[in-house]
């Protein structure tokens, strides 16, 4: 095992107990093998008392929201309403008003594109983005820039796959409105400096939105110590359920933005022509929201506090380098991204010769799920000039056994993908 990279200790984690909280783990895939799960980053494990959560809602007070009624539709309104407050807590924002429940973070980043971007974007306008993006943070401004005349610029990314700060300026101009950046790449698992951004950003006049699909779920995150506008992220990757994701933004400038959708829940007055809307949050939670998984979403937060943030932080460090220390010892395998102190519970690969969805593929033989494509960063791809990789990503109920696991059965796919040619 690698140094201690952490104040906070990790001898007391009991990763064997964290396990037995997800019920999935202890499966049995065809053949009788265990599963190792190590595609977190296309969605996390639920914990049971998530699981539970979401059948208890729909088991004692299923009802809809915010037109309570009767004793279900208050319950449901209450707990829902406790969630909002639990993300807020979660994040540091100012005011829960300020927490949008979306159906994920592609949501909230097309909620912001259309309902920021469609009514303030000018031409002549610029939006700056980079290219380790996921299309979730690139296809919407690209969109409403068309949409709009505005301008698209990318902060380069330096030859290891972090973005080229000392190169910052001569993209982030005065016609800069808004840097739209990730927290934590879904490929490379590079870790941005998000304060270091949103600082110059605003000294430009340009706003900041976070993509923290990847990044919430793994470590602390203060909207205020940052200074960013926007943050969007995803239930489902933050131990929740599918099906709902969280928009945060600045109290002036949702109110100064038009409602995403129209419909029920959203409106103050509706006349046959005309609609007065209502106020944030509910201006841009037109019709049904996902109630009970707002209310699971709730649920998983209490699940990673109980735990500790800075626990699975120190945890998943020392796993992410023991990953990378073995994965490097593979031979012909290639580690895209950044060295270790730079990134995340992410490690992408490819292995010379062999095409990452047969690499994948051979793995899962082996009970070992791991992703294989462009990961839907197909710009990011074409800078590196390779068309997919293999990418293990981790949570803190991975253990450096399961790493072994991926280390031996990269052997065993090598021997059979190289008889089949
Ligand atoms: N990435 C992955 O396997 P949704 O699908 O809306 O919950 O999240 C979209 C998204 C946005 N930004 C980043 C950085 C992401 O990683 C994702 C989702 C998954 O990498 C599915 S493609």
Same mark, same amino acid.
């Given at each position: 095992m690698g140094s201690e990279t952490s104040a906070v200790s990790v001898v007391d984690f009991d990763v064997a107990a964290v396990r037995r909280d997800f019920p999935i783990l202890a499966r049995r895939l065809p053949g009788d093998l265990p599963l190792v799960y190590l595609d977190t980053g296309a969605t996390s494990q639920k914990p049971a008392s998530v699981i539970a959560k979401t059948a208890e809602v729909y088991a004692q007070y299923n009802a809809n929201v915010h037109r309570g009624v009767h004793t279900l539709g208050d319950q449901v309104t209450s707990e829902m309403e406790e969630a909002r407050e639990k993300i807020r807590a979660l994040i540091n924002a100012p005011e829960v008003d300020e927490v949008i429940f979306t159906s994920g973070t592609t949501m909230s980043i097309n909620l912001v594109a259309r309902a920021? +971007?469609?009514?303030? &974007?000018?031409?002549? %306008?610029?939006? #700056?983005?980079?290219?380790?993006?996921?299309? $979730?943070?690139?296809?919407?401004?690209?969109?409403?820039?068309?949409?709009?005349?505005?301008?698209?610029?990318?902060?380069?990314?330096?030859?290891? +796959?972090?973005?080229? &700060?000392?190169?910052? %300026?001569?993209? #982030?101009?005065?016609?800069?409105?808004?840097? $739209?950046?990730?927290?934590?790449?879904n490929v490379l698992g590079t870790i941005n400096p998000i304060g270091e951004i949103a600082s110059r950003a605003r000294q430009r006049g340009a706003l900041t939105l976070v993509d923290g699909a990847q990044s919430v779920p793994h470590d602390t995150l203060d909207v205020q110590a940052l200074g960013i506008d926007f943050l969007a992220f995803s239930g489902h990757k933050l131990y929740g359920p599918t099906g709902v994701g969280v928009l945060w933004g600045k109290r002036e400038l949702l109110e100064s933005m038009d409602p995403f959708l129209g419909g029920g829940n959203m409106i103050r007055r509706v006349w046959k022509d005309r609609s007065d809307f209502g106020e944030i949050p509910a201006k841009f939670e037109a019709g049904t929201p996902p109630i009970a998984q707002a209310i699971g979403l709730g649920t998983a937060i209490d699940y990673v506090n109980h735990v500790g943030f800075a626990t699975i932080a120190a945890y998943e460090r020392k796993l992410t380098h023991y990953a990378y220390r073995r994965l490097s010892e593979v031979a012909g395998l290639r580690i895209l991204g950044p060295a270790e102190e730079h990134r995340g519970s992410i490690v992408s690969f490819v292995l010379e010769g062999l095409q990452a969805n047969d690499v994948s593929e051979v793995l899962d033989r082996k009970g070992i799920a791991v992703r294989a494509g462009h990961h839907c960063t197909m710009p990011l791809h074409d800078l590196l000039g390779i068309s997919a990789s293999v990418r293990a990503s981790l949570a803190f109920y991975n253990t450096n056994d399961e790493i072994d696991a991926l280390v031996d059965a990269l052997e065993y796919v090598r021997k059979v993908l190289t008889k089949r040619r």
């Open positions: 920021w +971007g469609g009514r303030f &974007l000018k031409p002549g %306008d610029e939006l #700056l983005l980079n290219e380790m993006e996921h299309h $979730a943070n690139l296809v919407p401004w690209q969109q409403i820039a068309n949409e709009r005349g505005a301008t698209l610029r990318f902060i380069p990314l330096t030859p290891d +796959g972090r973005l080229d &700060l000392e190169q910052l %300026d001569s993209v #982030l101009t005065d016609r800069t409105r808004l840097v $739209a950046v990730t927290g934590m790449s």
